[in-house]
């Protein structure tokens, strides 16, 4: 049982190439979530998935798209990276019937945009 | 709006001392309240939660946490710090269904 599992660990991007970070969970969870971590301001969410083939906007979706095709998986893309978007990126999933809602994380991906 | 604010960014105490990391909050109804441990390079753990009941609520790693509604706080407290305790802790409000607030976090230094 691997838990969450993140894809890569770390990235180097130049100003304007894309990405796609990967998440994957075997815990049969149904949310999964996408944050950006940046010193001195917590975790801040990104976008989010109640299910498969559905995606919602968080507190800070601008530049970034997801998509939940498999249950199991959930990716992050950046078509035009920016320096702004150089960041920790967790991912993290939970069931949808818990109260209140633990998350289990991944084990984050560090992005640098130069 | 919803708000997490933890007061201190960093606390520096000495192994087999007390702790207290602070958690103020901002919700409208009942919160769902957490404590989170992040260790260096890796992803956030939660070590306890609050939903409803006995507000003193036990955690891991010999973690507990105390919700008091009328100063809007929840605490984290451990009566004895390791040195592997040293981590950076998130205080975060559930607010309803699924998503989550994190606060900025507490840095823990442990010195010998």
């Known amino acids: 049982n691997a838990g969450v599992t993140q894809t890569p660990k770390f990235r180097v991007l130049k100003t304007g190439q894309s990405m796609t970070l990967l998440c994957a969970q075997d815990?049969?969870?149904?949310?999964m979530y996408w944050y950006r971590q940046d010193p001195g301001m917590g975790l801040r969410l990104i976008h989010y998935?109640?299910?498969?083939?559905?995606?919602a906007k968080g507190e800070v979706p601008d530049g970034y798209n997801v998509s939940r095709l498999k249950k199991q998986n959930f990716l992050l893309g950046l078509e035009s990276a920016a320096p702004s978007q150089t960041s920790v990126y967790f991912c993290?999933?939970?069931?949808?019937?818990?109260?209140?809602?633990?998350?289990?994380f991944g084990p984050g991906t560090r992005l640098t945009v130069t | 709006a919803q708000s997490v604010t933890q007061p201190d960014i960093h606390i520096t105490v000495s192994e087999g001392a007390s702790l207290e990391l602070r958690c103020n909050y901002s919700?409208?109804?009942?919160?769902?309240l957490f404590w989170y441990v992040q260790s260096p390079g890796q992803g956030l753990q939660l070590l306890l939660k609050?939903?409803?009941?006995?507000?003193l609520v036990q955690g891991i790693k010999g973690f507990e946490a105390e919700f008091k509604r009328s100063q809007s706080s929840f605490n984290l407290r451990k009566p004895s710090v390791h040195w592997s305790d040293a981590a950076e802790y998130f205080c975060?409000?559930?607010?309803?269904?699924?998503?989550?607030?994190f606060g900025a976090g507490t840095r823990l230094f442990v010195k010998a």
């Open positions: 815990m049969n969870h149904e949310y």
């Open positions: 993290a999933s939970s069931y949808s019937f818990s109260h209140p809602p633990e998350q289990y």
């Open positions: 919700y409208g109804a009942t919160p769902y």
């Open positions: 998935s109640v299910g498969e083939g559905t995606t």
């Open positions: 609050y939903f409803s009941g006995d507000t």
């Open positions: 975060a409000v559930g607010t309803g269904g699924f998503k989550t607030i």
